[in-house]
């Protein structure tokens, strides 16, 4: 008969403030093959696992349940202590007596009823345990990184200064990001691409990494310490090992009138391009969608140009493999359009622009160098309204979120806007100055003090075109609600910060978790911000959630330290809650009969055919095998076997079924 | 008929097969045969009596051995037989179909993709009897329809001959006879026979090619085998999926597809 101890703990009063646990205690120390029921304080405290520990060896218990907190929590605990003792640490349950009965219900006797029932279904189970080993598995020790904006740069640098070697791979023809677009950064205003640009290029430069730029994720198979990636090199059509960035193919392109992404619009592009000077690789790739030669088939005059002959027309999307053990990713944001808000003109008015685009009229490398002209004549604007939180904090736009940066880039963009424009007025709409961070709120003061920004705080209902002007209807609610009309000539909308398009995507193909707004999910909000609830991918940047620069660098390093911490090992260890077919002496062998049903519901692709071979080689039959690396213990394999031959280890049909009836066979 | 059964003993003679599998008459009606050599194949009968599903064998190792064995095939065989081949039972190799078309022309089929390719020309319709009680069930509201089936199988003693003759039910362990744990209580009786029941017919959801065998087989005249026909029947529009049609990998059930309608969920 089993001798089972079971251990009741109060979590404080956590737990004994709802639920009688001397009773529970009791009652469950008369269940049949109970050897041993205590209640205690604090269970996972040094004398709370020292009960447990002296229970193992002085009653000999076969098995332990202990009646506490979630699993998530102490079960590594309470198992270490186990394994201490000399009981395998899979003979150990926990019966989760806080979240799902203290915490949720109110103190009476069906509370503690139900916690009695919760520990019974658990020492039923736990009669059924079987020991089980863990299960080590080798470490690839080589990096991907998704993404390379700074988040993705500061990360690969990181990693690969430990001395790993590190994959990065980026959607566009450049690394950068959106950093690389930005004019100047708050709170030094110091400009962005001096300090990021030296960074590109020691990526580039760096031994350890290995650089894929327009290039994106096709799949990602494995698991932690052994991932596959499949990366699709999109074709370039231009041969960059012969390619010397020359430029003269650029400067000959006849279709020169496509928005420049870079410029957000504001500025062109060719069809052949790099996307800006300061661009890693600098060299070009050809837009297929807009090529005249794609298009229609005739034109060619980058060939010609070309006196290296690296323009390859033929070229095709490239599908590599590569095996990583960790994933950083750090795809980064986008930020909504102008054409997202019907009040401010549904993208209609040149001269309304995204904070974005701001930062390229202000950007020494934009489209007007620096200075701060209209898009729609190229008139110095007199009269500059921002709006922030334009869709951020706006439930009734579905972002109901702070987008975080916008509060301080605005104080910039009008700090900027004196700066450069000395006789000019500027007026921020506001809702509230976020300003947390060192040096931000005296940023923000210096922007309304000294460079005499007009703060005025409240909404913009409304803004239309009229003679040349833009009107912009607000409310100051510090004077009462009073109505403000600003005749602008230039209206800046701080616009929401959203996931970046593809991202509930890649998320899928990464089987990482993503908030309602599909910014990628981190394990824990505090303790974990920077790992996924997929073990071995990692997050970097706002891809998470929006955030400035020093943020970013600072998780991109904290991802680079996880993931050097993973590397550090040269083994991993990990549960063997896998699934298994079960195997049977002759003739029988197995009862699977190898219709593979599990093998398409597989999500994972996790079972393989196993040929059972007699003595002189022939064919006996062939069965289902799961691979033990790539199964994750998902079950739905269990669910689809008809003749019960496949079983998750730890949650075998029989221990289940124990469970669930020892709460029927009352 | 003579021209099969001089086929059925030249493959037996020349050694292309060593088992053909076809019907012989019996006392009342056509019975399956097993015919080792070219004396037995004389035997052989293939006409409209004949509708035992003879793909039930072809999976019992113990009946067709090792090598290569033929098969005289209904369309209902031939649609168990694309099944069974989807469910990796069958082989190429070890297969020869042996059929005799609608203008009386012996058909032989070596391929999936051939057998494949002959039964698409015959769609798959509800006969008179199964419409009779189909129309009936399908005109009762929720109550009748399970107070009518707990009547049905109330009369169930478990003799299983449902699961003997069902060619998909070939597995060497049958849930019923898993106990550890004992899922399916083994008594007859009401809820023990709902249990077998309803485990039987989620076990042949997308599977289920209609054949009729199970219903033909019951001792007591439960009409089961409409219980998976019109599970079929009412999987196949959601899932543009027919079990035992297209040659196709997997189920209904157990894959995912873009195309997938999947209408009911919503």
């Known amino acids: 008969m089993s001798k089972i101890g079971v251990f009741i703990c109060h979590c404080g009063e956590n737990i004994s403030a709802t639920v009688d646990v001397e009773r529970v205690a009791r009652e469950i120390g008369g269940m049949e093959g109970v050897a041993h029921a205590i209640d205690y304080k604090y269970m996972c405290s040094d004398p709370g696992q020292t009960f447990i520990k002296e229970a193992v060896k002085k009653y000999d218990l076969d098995g332990v349940v202990v009646g506490a907190c979630s699993p998530r929590m102490h079960e590594p605990t309470f198992r270490r202590a186990c394994a201490e003792a000399g009981l395998n640490p899979y003979l150990c349950e926990m019966a989760n007596l806080r979240e799902h009965c203290s915490w949720v219900h109110e103190k009476g006797e069906e509370t503690t009823e139900k916690a009695i029932d919760l520990v019974k279904m658990l020492v039923e189970k736990v009669k059924k345990n079987n020991p089980l080993e863990s299960i080590k598995v080798p470490v690839t020790k080589r990096a991907l990184v998704i993404g390379g904006g700074i988040a993705g740069i500061q990360a690969s640098l990181d990693i690969a200064n430990t001395g790993h070697k590190v994959i990065l791979i980026e959607r566009d023809p450049s690394i950068g990001g959106h950093m690389s677009q930005l004019s100047e950064t708050f709170p030094t205003l110091d400009c962005s691409q001096c300090i990021l640009t030296p960074r590109m290029v020691e990526v580039a430069q760096h031994p350890n990494i290995k650089l894929y730029t327009y290039a994106e994720l096709e799949s990602l198979e494995g698991f932690i310490g052994n991932f596959t990636a499949k990366i699709r090199l999109k074709a370039k059509s231009v041969n960059y090992s012969t390619c010397t960035g020359c430029g003269a193919c650029i400067q000959k392109c006849p279709v020169k009138k496509i928005p420049s992404e870079f410029n957000a619009g504001l500025g062109t592009r060719t069809a052949i391009y790099v996307p800006f000077p300061q661009a890693v690789p600098n060299k070009p790739v050809i837009d297929r969608v807009n090529c005249n030669y794609y298009k229609r088939g005739a034109c060619k005059i980058c060939e010609k140009t070309c006196q290296v002959g690296s323009i390859e027309w033929d070229k095709e999307d490239e599908i590599i493999s590569e095996e990583v053990g960790a994933v950083v990713l750090a795809t980064g944001f986008d930020v909504k359009g102008t054409d997202f808000f019907p009040e401010y003109g549904y993208g209609k008015y040149k001269d309304v622009l995204t904070g974005l685009q701001f930062e390229r009229l202000a950007s020494a490398s934009g489209p007007t160098f620096g200075e701060i002209r209209r898009p729609s004549d190229g008139a110095i604007p007199k009269k500059i309204v921002f709006i922030a939180c334009a869709g951020s904090r706006d439930p009734a736009k579905g972002i109901p979120y702070c987008s975080k940066i916008c509060c301080m880039y605005t104080a910039k963009h009008a700090m900027l806007y004196q700066h450069k424009v000395h006789d000019g007025e500027s007026t921020v709409f506001y809702m509230d100055i976020r300003a947390g961070g060192k040096n931000y709120e005296e940023f923000v003061r210096r922007a309304i003090e000294e460079d005499t920004v007009n703060y005025v705080r409240g909404r913009v209902a409304r803004v239309y075109e009229k003679n040349g002007k833009l009107i912009v209807k607000g409310v100051d609610t510090l004077l009462g609600g009073e109505q403000v009309e600003i005749e602008a000539d230039m209206v800046v909308l701080a616009t929401a910060g959203v996931a970046n398009c593809g991202s509930e995507q890649l998320a899928q193909k990464l089987h990482v978790s993503y908030d309602p707004y599909h910014f990628f999910a981190e394990a824990h909000p505090k303790l974990k911000p920077v790992e996924t609830n997929t073990a071995g991918i990692f997050l970097a940047g706002a891809c998470q959630a929006p955030k400035d620069i020093p943020e970013t660098v600072g998780m991109a390093s904290g991802a680079a330290v996880k993931v050097a911490a993973l590397f550090s090992n040269n083994e991993l260890v990990r549960e063997p809650i896998i699934a298994v077919v079960n195997r049977l002496a002759p003739p029988l062998y197995s009862t699977c009969v190898g219709c593979f049903m599990c093998e398409t519901a597989c999500p994972y692709n996790a079972i393989e055919h196993e040929e059972i071979k007699a003595r002189d080689g022939s064919l006996i039959r062939t069965i289902a095998r799961v691979n033990s690396g790539l199964c994750q213990g998902c079950g739905t394999c269990v669910a689809f076997c008809r003749s019960k031959s496949i079983d998750i280890q730890g949650y075998t049909n029989e221990q289940v079924y124990a469970e669930v009836m020892s709460l029927l066979n009352d | ?266």
């Open chain 2, 1 to 266: 008929m003579e021209k099969l059964r001089e086929r059925a003993a030249a493959i037996l003679a020349d050694g292309t097969v060593s088992l053909v599998i076809g019907y012989e008459e019996g006392t009342k009606r056509p019975r399956p045969l097993f015919c080792h050599d070219g004396e037995s194949a004389r035997k052989l009968i293939f006409d409209s009596r004949c509708f035992h599903n003879l793909a039930v064998y072809l999976t019992k190792k113990e009946l067709v051995g090792n090598g290569r064995f033929a098969v005289t095939a209904t369309i209902s065989t031939l649609r168990s037989i694309m099944q069974l081949y989807v469910e990796n039972q069958l082989s190429e190799d070890k297969l020869l179909i042996l059929t005799v078309d609608l203008s009386g022309t012996l058909r032989e089929f070596v391929t999936f993709d051939e057998i494949s390719a002959y039964v698409e020309q015959f769609e798959l319709k509800r006969s008179e009897r199964e419409q009779a009680i189909l129309t009936r069930i399908e005109g009762m509201t929720r109550e009748e329809r399970w107070n009518f089936w707990q009547e049905e199988m109330s009369h169930c003693f478990k003799c299983y001959a449902c699961r003997s003759a069902c060619p998909l039910c070939y597995c060497t362990k049958c849930v019923v006879e898993v106990n550890r744990p004992q899922w399916i209580n083994p008594w007859p009786a009401p809820v023990a026979n709902m249990e077998w029941h309803i485990n039987r017919a989620m076990h042949m959801v997308g599977r289920c090619t209609a054949c009729g065998a199970c219903g033909d087989a019951c001792p007591v005249g439960i009409p089961i085998d409409l219980i998976t026909r019109k599970m079929m029947e009412d999987m196949a529009p959601e899932f543009g999926y027919i079990p035992g049609l297209p040659v196709k990998k997997g189920n209904a059930l157990s894959t995912w597809k873009l195309d997938d309608r999947e209408q009911f969920i919503r």
